[in-house]
């Protein structure tokens, strides 16, 4: 029984490139969270889904960042035109619908040149 | 503004000492959960509290949650080294909402 998934765990950028980042959640689990952390600090939120659908982004920058979470395959966060201030650890968590728990990738971790 | 405090920040103590952390908030939760984090990988659920005054145990951990659900505490007896790490409470207000994480407490059990 696999736990969330995610890839890369370790991700260099260049200014001005892409980072995508991908969370597959656990197996029956169908709402997807986002979080970001820097070093020494707790999780900050981002984006909240569901299967082909967002339902909370409000923790998420309005340039440069989007998410999806498609009927298949795993939920990716996109980083475009990436800058120093977005390194960080990007978590994914997973739920299974209707129980307030969430389980946690292990991040990837984005270092921005 | 921070939407949950924990407190104390930082906590380093001697391995067989007991402790208490504290997650703190104006707002009221439906359910409030405990994570630990350790350094590397990513928070693992200890608890989920949803009940006024609920108070679970986990081995040596005593969790508790505030009567008017916006403050819970973790109380470790005991402390041994395999109990450092960060510390991350978070509330949920309703169902369908996200999870609100604390700034979390960073403890070290030195041997």
């Known amino acids: 029984n696999a736990g969330v998934m995610q890839n890369p765990r370790h991700l260099v950028r260049r200014r001005g490139q892409e980072a995508r980042l991908r969370c597959s959640p656990m197996?029956?689990?169908?709402?997807v969270y986002w979080y970001r952390q820097l070093p020494e600090e707790g999780l900050k939120f981002m984006v909240y889904?569901?299967?082909?659908?967002?339902?909370?982004e409000s923790g998420m920058p309005k340039e440069r960042f989007s998410a999806e979470f498609p009927k298949e395959g795993p939920s990716i966060l996109r980083i475009q035109q990436v800058v120093r201030g977005d390194s960080a650890a990007y978590f994914c968590?997973?739920?299974?619908?209707?129980?307030?728990?969430?389980?946690f990738g292990e991040g990837s971790r984005l270092t921005v040149l | 503004t921070q939407l949950l405090e924990q407190s104390p920040q930082f906590l380093s103590i001697q391995e067989g000492e007991n402790l208490t952390v504290y997650c703190n908030s104006s707002?009221?939760?439906?359910?409030l959960q405990w994570y630990r984090q350790e350094p590397g990988e990513g928070p693992v659920l200890l608890v989920t509290?949803?009940?006024?005054?609920e108070v679970k145990k986990l081995k040596r951990l005593t969790f508790q949650f505030g009567d008017a659900r916006k403050d819970s505490s973790l109380h470790i007896t005991a402390a041994q080294p395999g109990d450092t790490g960060l510390y991350l409470c978070?509330?949920?207000?309703?169902?369908?909402?996200?999870?609100?994480f604390g700034p979390g407490t960073r403890l070290s059990v030195l041997p």
């Open positions: 509290v949803v009940t006024g005054g």
């Open positions: 968590a997973s739920s299974p619908q209707g129980e307030r728990k969430l389980f």
């Open positions: 197996k029956g689990h169908s709402h």
């Open positions: 889904l569901q299967k082909e659908n967002i339902i909370d």
């Open positions: 707002s009221v939760f439906s359910s």
């Open positions: 978070a509330g949920a207000r309703d169902y369908g909402q996200n999870f609100v």
